[in-house]
């Protein structure tokens, strides 16, 4: 199947649309959840919920402490496996001074720990490191093609780094 789909792209988008459905939405239930606040209320031993849990919260209000929230029209938790990413992208940028704080955000010195840096490390250790190793691992288990099996290889290796 794979050699068949290799030249057709909507025959291939269908293919790891298809998975990302049965991987992160499913039907009824994700084979693996995308969002920290269900990984870590299973933890806790309680029911995830979507936006309404402790870890999905603090999350959001460490995001928000960073001047960056939900976008404007989006009703996607923050807590999600690419959110959490994309906001250690943007503080790896804002270290580095490739791009600056949005108008109205804190100033560097501002953001949590007095830096972007800081900042960083502190949202890896209290969120990131807790539960995306899981996902990482889950996400290669479950998979039944080799695009998401290497995606999860690729973030479990950059997690160990």
């Not at 049965?22 to 959840?33: D, T």
């Not at 959001?60 to 960073?66: D, H």
């Not at 943007?90 to 490739?98: Q, S, V």
């Not at 502190?122 to 288990?141: C, L, N, Y």
Request: with cysteine; glycine share 8%.
């Amino acid at each position: 199947m794979e050699g068949e789909i290799a030249g057709d792209v909507q025959a291939l988008k269908h293919v790891l649309r298809n998975e990302a459905t049965y991987l992160f939405i499913g039907a009824p239930k994700a084979a693996v959840s995308p969002y920290e606040g269900i990984w870590r209320s299973v933890d806790d031993g309680v029911q995830g919920l979507l936006f309404v849990n402790p870890h999905t919260m603090d999350a959001e209000r460490f995001m928000k402490s960073c001047g960056l929230g939900q976008p404007e029209g989006s009703n996607e938790p923050l807590d999600h496996v690419a959110t959490e990413l994309e906001f250690l992208q943007y503080l790896a940028m804002l270290e580095a001074g490739m791009v600056a704080p949005p108008e109205g955000a804190p100033a560097a010195g501002d953001l949590p720990g007095g830096s972007a840096a800081a900042a960083y490390a502190q949202f890896a250790e209290e969120h990131v490191q807790v539960w995306m190793p899981r996902f990482a691992e889950a996400t290669e288990a479950q998979s039944r093609i080799p695009f998401y099996r290497a995606a999860a290889s690729l973030l479990a290796t950059f997690l160990r780094a």
